[in-house]
């Protein structure tokens, strides 16, 4: 687990209220949405995708509100409809998993969540998944930033 603080960055998000099973269906229809929205008003992208959830659950039947992010060079006017947020700096536990989708939860998640149980620090209820290395959905291998933003 490393301890740190996130970038200070403008994105543009959608938002939608879902279950763990639905953000592969919702990430492909989302993303071309965000994709569209940043070639029409000229931005230049500036990170990679991110994920934000608040209040993830430990399991995949309880709802929870999810946001799509594509971080973008801080734009001078934007009037597009697609949200554009500007998201602080915070700090976070941070783990990379390096592997398929089907393990990031066993593998990535669950030892994160049981190394900040043991620390002194408590979870704010918000989440991140940094997707720094996609290859695709049908891919066996991915390089995905788990971040847990931390109260104290």
């Not at 934000?52 to 659950?57: D, K, S, T, Y």
């Not at 592997?99 to 991140?128: D, K, N, W």
């Amino acid at each position: 687990m490393n301890i740190i603080e996130t970038p200070d960055m403008w994105v543009l998000c959608l938002k939608r209220r879902l279950r763990i099973p639905e953000i592969r269906q919702a990430a492909a229809e989302l993303a071309p949405i965000i994709e569209k929205a940043i070639g029409d008003h000229g931005l230049t992208v500036a990170g990679p995708w991110t994920f934000l959830a608040h209040g993830l659950p430990k399991d995949g039947r309880t709802p929870f509100d999810w946001h799509i992010c594509r971080p973008v060079e801080r734009p001078e006017e934007y009037a597009g409809a697609v949200e554009l947020r500007h998201l602080e700096p915070t700090i976070v536990a941070s783990r990379v998993h390096q592997g398929s989708l089907r393990t990031l939860f066993t593998q990535g998640y669950a030892p994160l969540v049981a190394e900040i149980e043991l620390s002194r620090h408590v979870f704010s209820g918000e989440s991140r998944e940094v997707y720094h290395g996609w290859n695709g959905p049908g891919a066996t291998c991915h390089r995905i930033e788990i971040q847990f933003e931390l109260a104290r």
